[in-house]
């Protein structure tokens, strides 16, 4: 008999369930990737039953999946769609969804339970997991998977690690980072190590610096409540860029299996270079759009930044002096994230070069989304010159090889692995940790309105003119690899 297995996902009725969750969920099925006999259980307070819960499902995929929908395909899942109406810090909600699995199973299953809740219920839904006995491995395993944002300092991300552990296995925990579910993120490790052209000159003695680019082009979408608590370094800061930078700059696993791809995204974050409270103007810049206090449900005197751009160190052989240049804003100039190493000049021009010619160096660019693919610039002879050059640019796009609609949803990977057990793309709790010990120092200093003043950008621009300076005085301006440039 196959195998059944439930996906519970508490705050169903929530946008992240609507939008991804659930379009992820049922394109898998349709894909035939949901293997065996499964349930998928809507955990929210509001007072839905399971036809409203299917009707509002199918409502999200018409309206933010991109994949066509097979109507059979949807009819078989629909009827998988249940829905509890409940409390996150009742017990008694707890053990009437226990019930209410067991009666759903009749028998041994499996089950993954996702907190698409926000994060101050997380200790709450676990401990009431733990004490309804729904943690327990007799039937099946069991497997958590919390959304972010996984605390909001390195303390509070301690505590909750310490309280959710008392009830959880460190692999039973799946944090959730949706930056490592997208392809081309995980395209960084191929193309680092299933290649032997860009590995020899990963290093100090070819790269001059690095800059992470990630650009939104909207502003809070109705999300301030949540937003103006937390800001950007918290938001895209200590999960999805730092990620990125792990991928950029970590030394090749010992294989593909999670610890040791986590082992070696721990190590490379354990070697950035801590920077102090009193050196943090020097190595950062955080801004705030023009117009940010006037959306609604934003503090008036709000001292959220909208964007930031840090300057990191990482101090080992292979980075030591390489400046790696971080980025993200909302309501900037377009939506766009990319990775650009650029290197070192030549050691010798021997050309017969003006002398105010300006020399371009090689780039290579990731581009993470949304023309994803991989750009890399050279330098070749301009026709019919002596020696002038033109900087040109060998594009791969993955739209010209996969055709449009090949890249699937980041959360269709992170639920299908979750359900597989691989947790090589998921937040291990000391990466977590060591992430928030990095930043503190920033978000604290930029707390103060007094000390440090946010730098105020033109929305549509491509941030404060300071971050400009940023890279200056280092001899270095943002680049733009992807896209038309
Ligand atoms: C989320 C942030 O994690 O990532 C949002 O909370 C942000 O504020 C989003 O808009 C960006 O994700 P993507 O996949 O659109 O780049």
Redesign the pocket.
């Known amino acids: 008999m196959d195998t059944t297995t439930t996906i519970v996902i508490f705050g169903i009725s929530g946008d992240l369930a609507q939008r991804k969750l659930i379009p992820a969920l049922f394109n898998l099925f349709q894909k035939d990737r949901l293997k065996g006999n499964f349930n998928i259980v809507g955990f929210a307070g509001r007072s839905w039953t399971d036809l409203e819960l299917r009707k509002i499902a199918r409502e999200g995929i018409d309206k933010f999946a991109g994949f066509q929908v097979n109507n059979e395909k949807w009819r078989e899942f629909e009827n998988q769609l249940h829905y509890i109406s409940g409390k996150f810090q009742d017990e008694n909600s707890f053990v009437h969804l226990a019930n209410t699995l067991e009666n759903l199973e009749n028998g041994s299953a499996n089950r993954v339970f996702y907190l698409a809740t926000p994060p101050n219920f997380f200790t709450d839904i676990i401990v009431n997991l733990g004490k309804s006995g729904q943690i327990e491995e007799e039937n099946g395993w069991r497997r958590v998977v919390i959304e972010?944002p996984f605390g909001t300092d390195l303390e509070s991300a301690k505590k909750l690690n310490h309280d959710i552990l008392k009830v959880l296995r460190e692999d039973q925990i799946y944090r959730i980072d949706?930056?490592l579910g997208k392809e081309t993120v995980q395209n960084i490790l191929i193309a680092r190590f299933a290649n032997t052209i860009f590995e020899p000159v990963w290093n100090r003695n070819y790269i001059s610096n690095v800059q992470i680019t990630?650009a939104?082009k909207?502003g809070l979408e109705h999300r301030a409540g949540y937003?103006d608590t937390v800001g950007v370094v918290r938001?895209?800061f200590q999960?999805?860029l730092l990620q990125l930078l792990s991928l950029v700059s970590m030394e090749p696993p010992a294989s593909h299996k999670a610890n040791d791809q986590r082992d070696e995204k721990v190590k490379v974050l354990k070697a950035i270079r801590r920077i102090s409270q009193a050196e943090v103007h020097k190595h950062s810049v955080l801004g705030q759009y023009r117009g940010y206090k006037e959306e609604d449900g934003v503090a008036l005197n709000s001292q959220t930044p909208t964007y930031a751009a840090i300057q990191f160190f990482i101090d080992n052989w292979r980075w030591e002096g390489v400046p790696f240049y971080l980025r993200s804003g909302k309501k900037m100039a377009e939506k766009i994230?990319e990775i650009v190493i650029q290197f070192k000049r030549p050691p010798h021009l021997m050309f017969p070069l003006p002398e105010s010619y300006s020399f371009t160096t090689n780039t290579l660019s990731l581009c993470l989304?949304p023309d994803e693919g991989i750009h890399l610039k050279f330098e070749t002879k301009v026709p019919d010159t002596i020696a002038e050059t033109k900087s040109v640019d060998l594009e791969y796009h993955y739209k010209d090889v996969f055709g449009n609609n090949a890249i699937p949803e980041?959360y269709e990977r992170l639920l299908l692995d979750a359900l597989l057990g691989d947790a090589a793309l998921f937040t291990r709790s000391d990466r977590s940790e060591l992430a928030w010990e990095i930043l503190d120092p920033f978000i604290n200093t930029w707390e103060d309105a007094t000390k440090s003043p946010l730098a105020i950008y033109d929305p549509g621009s491509w941030g404060p003119k300071q971050s400009d300076d940023l890279l200056a005085r280092d001899g270095y301006q943002w680049m733009r690899g992807c896209g038309n440039h």
Do not use: G, L
């Open positions: 972010k949706h930056y990630v939104e909207v937003y938001d895209m999960n999805h994230s989304q980041a």
